[in-house]
Every structure is written in C-alpha cells, then in structure tokens.
C-alpha cells in the first residue's frame, strides 16, 4: 500500500513539473494573447474597466473598445454611445458639447488623444480611455485592470503508517 501511495505522489509531482516547464516554454509564451486595458468613465463618477485580449502584435483604439463586452453604439469611427450613455447612431453628437472623449495613459497621465481611435495604434500593455465629456477617465494603471494570471495547484502529501 505505501508502494502505490508513492508512485501516487511521484507520478502527481511529475505531472506539476510537466505543467509548470509547459506553462513557461517560449512556445507557450507565444501563443498567449496580448492585452490592453480599458477604462471607460460615463460622466457621473462611475466607471468601468475591461481587459482586452488580442493576438495580433497591435489593433487600433477603435478595435479595442469594439472587441471589448461593453455595449458600443458608432457611426463610422465616432463613438456615439457606452453602455446606454450618450447618442443614438443618427445623431452622434446630439448632446454637444458632451460627447466621449479619447484618451490614452502614458507615464500614468492621461492624454487627450489627438487622432481619432481608428488612426491610434494600441500595444501589449497599453491603457487606453474613454470619458463622457470632456474630463480624463480615472487613473487606473495596467496591472489594476489585467492582473497577472497565477495558478496555484495544492499539493497534499501523505504521511503513511
């Protein structure tokens, strides 16, 4: 019985060791997706954040807050309305001068964007803003908004008699 108890316990760390030289390879590494944080600000104190994933070495702005859950109302590249806030399609800009601003964290400031999100290239490891008005979003870094991913595997080892 101790005998099978041990090649239990052998064969379960040879397996995490498999897992863990796996989860590290270069190969795995590249397959993994890139990302991009999200924060979009409505204007009255609330807020929502977003991780991005995707696989290309960059997308635009645009991209990003299109591939993002929340619900995106646009016309062309104009965005007219997050998650119920803001203007329908056929009138994009019917509360002027609110409308949703574009943003970008760069050194932990916020930065009015001074292209419009389909121009703007977004990169692994980017935040990028959206604010109803004119104000920044809250400052949120990276990792607040993509926390790393840690797998924790329990190992319970069993004494015999």
Request: some cysteine; hydrophobic content about 40%.
């Amino acid at each position: 019985m101790k005998y099978l108890r041990g090649i239990g316990i052998a064969l379960g760390l040879i397996g995490l060791v498999t897992l863990v030289a796996h989860a590290r390879s270069p190969q795995t590494r590249a397959q993994q997706s890139n990302r991009v944080g999200l924060v979009v600000g409505f204007g009255d104190g609330t807020y929502a954040t977003e991780c991005v994933r995707f696989a290309e070495p960059e997308i635009s702005g645009f991209e990003t807050l299109m591939r993002s859950d929340l619900d995106v109302v646009s016309n062309g590249g104009a965005v007219c309305g997050i998650e119920g806030m803001g203007c329908p399609a056929d009138d994009c800009f019917c509360a002027a001068p609110d409308y949703w601003s574009y943003w970008h964290l760069i050194d932990g400031t916020w930065q009015y964007s001074g292209s419009g999100a389909q121009g703007y290239v977004v990169h692994d490891g980017g935040v990028e803003g959206w604010h109803w008005g004119s104000q920044p979003p809250p400052t949120l870094v990276f990792d607040q908004i993509c926390p790393s991913f840690t797998v924790h595997i329990p190992i319970v080892l069993a004494g015999g008699s």
